[in-house]
């Protein structure tokens, strides 16, 4: 699941670390971390943005994470998984702006 931290620090909780910008996590890993007070705390004042409802995201929701992805690695595999053509394309045009930033 992506789960896309809106702070400016990372955050460490029960074996999971999630970075500034968009991560892929797992789903349990994912609520163990939320398990954690200080991080639900933080789930509430909504400094994670996520699928909460367990169903697929817009596109417009999963385009938004794309465009605060820092991570190549994660963008190429999310590109694997992804069907939608404005989706594919936003990841490939962010593999672009990180792989070449003088652009």
Do not use: C, W
């Amino acid at each position: 699941m992506l789960v896309q931290n809106k702070g400016n620090h990372s955050y460490q909780a029960n074996g999971l670390t999630l970075v500034p910008g968009t991560n892929k996590v797992g789903e349990q890993e994912f609520e163990q971390f939320l398990a954690h007070p200080l991080m639900a705390h933080l789930e509430e004042a909504g400094e994670f943005v996520y699928e909460k409802d367990k169903s697929k995201p817009s596109a417009k929701e999963v385009i938004a994470m794309i465009e605060d992805a820092f991570d190549i690695d994660m963008l190429k595999a999310l590109r694997e998984d992804e069907d939608r053509k404005t989706v594919r394309d936003a990841i490939d045009k962010r593999i672009e702006e990180l792989s070449n930033p003088e652009k």
